[in-house]
């Protein structure tokens, strides 16, 4: 099949239907301007209206039930900012009790110092709001401080300081790249992803479904080409717009960076040394990335972006309508959402086996690259993967086009 | 010109076309009579390569439409009732484009578009985007991208379906030129008027079946009516009859 390929046929169709995509102005924006502007537009809109709504905002407390009596010690260790406590006669009421997602209830005799009997504080959780979540979390917090409090007053008896109960301790320190890896190295592969396939959804569905549709396909295939050489050319338009998309959204971060430290410093001033130094850590700002690794990023970029097209190609060539076509493509972008996810845990397993699954070994291969891991091997694989993959995509796709079926559906 | 032997096309549960023979001489304007589902789409789609028989084959200028598909298309130029244009590109786009991959130099594409646009009268509008276009507009620029590579064979399937009057006088005068170039024009349809005006020869499809093919004369004669309308009539209602009785 591939020796009759016609490279100058496939270039011709691959140019049209650029030239087609490139002049559809809603499929420009959605694939140029949303990845552009959208994050560095947030990143402008959010302090802005942070710093109008923030002043307007007062806490609301959590309310816990307490059944029995808690010993005032206790009581000023559970009750913190965020609670404040309401007195049960039975746990059970708190079941019925409005605005209260959290009971305690209280045994008779709460230990007051060390050496007395032990006891349970037993917590009724009554809903899974994030409220309440997070009054367990500060009730644990303070019966901790309490126990804590309770072993102090014992050493300061004996005449220790409460320090030699934890002889060892540790302290983290965050390296250049700090944390900001992780979180660039999964998020950027992932944003990639889905802005690839957005981009090269428009084309996609331009290529297929729009051209069978307004009549075209009959004629295209009527020419003297072969299916692949139009499956080809359609997939050169797609990936073109794929990239341009995924080039865009890597623009739009470098934008939001710079957007968000302008509007935190504008409108958010108090907080600004504090919040534009958490923000240059979280993005990333202190990486440096040499240029080997600039060119495998790079490159794994091109590859999965390249699967990614394919896998948006591929329902569009089979589906009869724009509208079937869209049903399809939502999954097939989770598809790819998923398997970039799962490169969360290639760091725990042997990085052959991830390196070799399709999606997920771009997406670890580019976290490594950023702390300047670089591996020949687990690149090439990588690549290959994404390739491999993207072969079978593709004719898979040429498959559908030969079919009669497929080709004429509804016509 | 065209050979075609035992041919015929199941689709599932179907059967589009049941084994027919014919024989297609070059040079002429041949019809294809039929109802609507009597097969004549699936026919000519058969002939243009982009659907493969059941059985039979079919021959045009001695190159065989399954495995010689692409010099078939080569000879080859159709135009259909339900065929449209790239929208966003203009009307000379899209027949550079087809140029492109018909195979032909730039300079080729552009000495054939300027006989086109004087053929076709579509030079005032062919730099316009073609969504812009009327239908008899769009029509003409299917039919030139259709003869841009200078066809042998035209076929053309309900090409007049949808056009105004004036319209469809300029597709039969195209046609009736083509065959003054000593090409073969297939020209399918349902409207017996026009079939009456053009073709030289005809076959008449009923129900997939083949049931009659001759010059128009041989027709008349055949059925015993004057007109080729009341011809397709009786020939129908006969192989109708033929059939309740089998």
């Not at chain 1, 995509?393 to 079926?405: D, H, K, P, Q, T």
């Not at chain 2, 004549?40 to 598909?69: E, F, M, N, Q, Y």
């Not at chain 2, 692409?70 to 027949?95: D, P, Q």
Request: aromatic share 6%; glycine share 8%; proline share 3%.
């Amino acid at each position: 099949m591939f020796a009759s390929l016609q490279m100058p046929q496939i270039w011709a169709i691959a140019k049209k239907e650029i030239l087609a995509t490139l002049r559809d102005r809603r499929a420009m924006l959605t694939a140029t301007l949303i990845p552009l502007l959208l994050l560095p537009l947030l990143a402008l809109v959010m302090p802005i209206a942070a710093s109008f709504v923030m002043p307007a905002l007062k806490l609301d407390k959590t309310r816990v039930g307490i059944e029995g009596t808690l010993p005032e010690e206790l009581r000023k260790a559970l009750v913190g900012g965020l609670i404040s406590t309401i007195k049960l006669e039975m746990v059970a009421q708190a079941a019925t009790a409005k605005e209260m997602a959290v009971a305690i209830a209280v045994p008779r005799l709460i230990p007051q110092a060390i050496g007395d009997p032990p006891a349970e504080l037993v917590l009724f959780q009554h809903s899974s709001s994030k409220r309440a979540a997070a009054a367990i979390l500060a009730i644990e917090a303070g019966v901790s401080r309490y126990n804590e409090r309770l072993s102090a007053i014992k050493l300061s008896a004996l005449g220790l300081d409460k320090a030699q109960l934890k002889p060892l301790k540790t302290r983290t320190e965050f390296g250049k790249a700090g944390f900001a890896v992780n979180i660039i190295g999964t998020l950027l592969p992932l944003m990639l992803i889905i802005w690839c396939a957005i981009g090269g959804q428009a084309s996609a569905i331009e290529a297929t479904v729009a051209e069978r549709e307004r009549g075209t396909l009959e004629a295209l295939l009527g020419a003297p080409i072969t299916r692949a050489d139009a499956v080809l050319g359609k997939f050169i338009s797609v990936t073109f717009f794929g990239l341009i998309s995924g080039i865009c959204g890597l623009l739009g971060i470098a934008l939001t960076v710079l957007c968000s430290t302008w509007a935190i410093k504008s409108f958010l001033g108090a907080l600004s040394t504090k919040a534009i130094a958490a923000m240059s850590l979280a993005l990333g700002l202190n990486i440096e990335i040499s240029l080997l690794g600039g060119l495998v990023i790079f490159s794994t970029v091109l590859s999965l972006a390249s699967v990614m097209c394919a896998l948006v190609l591929l329902p569009c060539v089979f589906a009869r309508s724009y509208k079937e076509a869209q049903f399809y493509i939502a999954p097939s972008v989770m598809l790819g959402v998923g398997a970039a996810m799962a490169a969360n845990f290639a760091e725990f397993f042997s990085s052959a086996v991830f390196s070799s699954l399709p999606m997920t070994g771009s997406v670890a291969v580019i976290g490594d690259a950023f702390v300047g891991k670089i591996s020949g091997w687990t690149w090439l694989l990588a690549n290959f993967s994404n390739l491999a993959l993207t072969a079978v995509l593709l004719l898979i796709s040429i498959y559908f086009m030969c079919r009669e079926a497929v080709i004429f559906r509804g016509g | 010109m065209i050979e075609i032997t035992n041919l015929s096309k199941r689709f599932k549960q179907t059967q589009a076309l049941h084994p027919l023979n014919l024989s297609i001489p070059g040079g002429c304007i041949f019809g294809l009579l039929g109802q609507n589902g009597a097969g004549k789409t699936t026919l000519l789609r058969i002939l243009a390569t982009l659907l493969a028989p059941s059985t039979g084959d079919a021959r045009i200028g001695g190159l065989d439409v399954v495995h010689d598909s692409l010099a078939v298309r080569r000879k080859m130029g159709t135009v259909s009732a339900g065929m449209g244009v790239y929208e966003r590109l203009s009307g000379r786009e899209n027949l550079h484009f087809f140029g492109q991959l018909y195979g032909m130099q730039k300079s080729d594409v552009q000495a054939r578009v300027s006989e086109l646009m004087r053929e076709l009268a579509i030079g005032d509008w062919i730099d316009q985007r073609a969504g812009g276009y009327s239908t008899g507009m769009k029509q003409k620029i299917v039919i030139a991208r259709a003869v841009l590579h200078r066809p042998e064979v035209l076929l053309l399937d309900e090409a007049s379906n949808g056009l105004d009057v004036l319209a469809r006088r300029a597709l039969m005068d195209f046609a009736l030129s083509c065959k003054a170039q000593n090409r073969l024009v297939i020209y399918s349809t349902h409207v017996m008027s026009e079939a009456e005006a053009l073709c030289d020869h005809a076959a008449i499809l009923h129900l997939g079946r083949l049931i009659a093919s001759d010059s128009l004369p041989g027709l008349l004669e055949k059925s015993g009516a004057n007109t080729l309308e009341q011809c397709f009539i009786n020939l129908v209602s006969a192989s109708e009859r033929t059939a309740h009785v089998r």
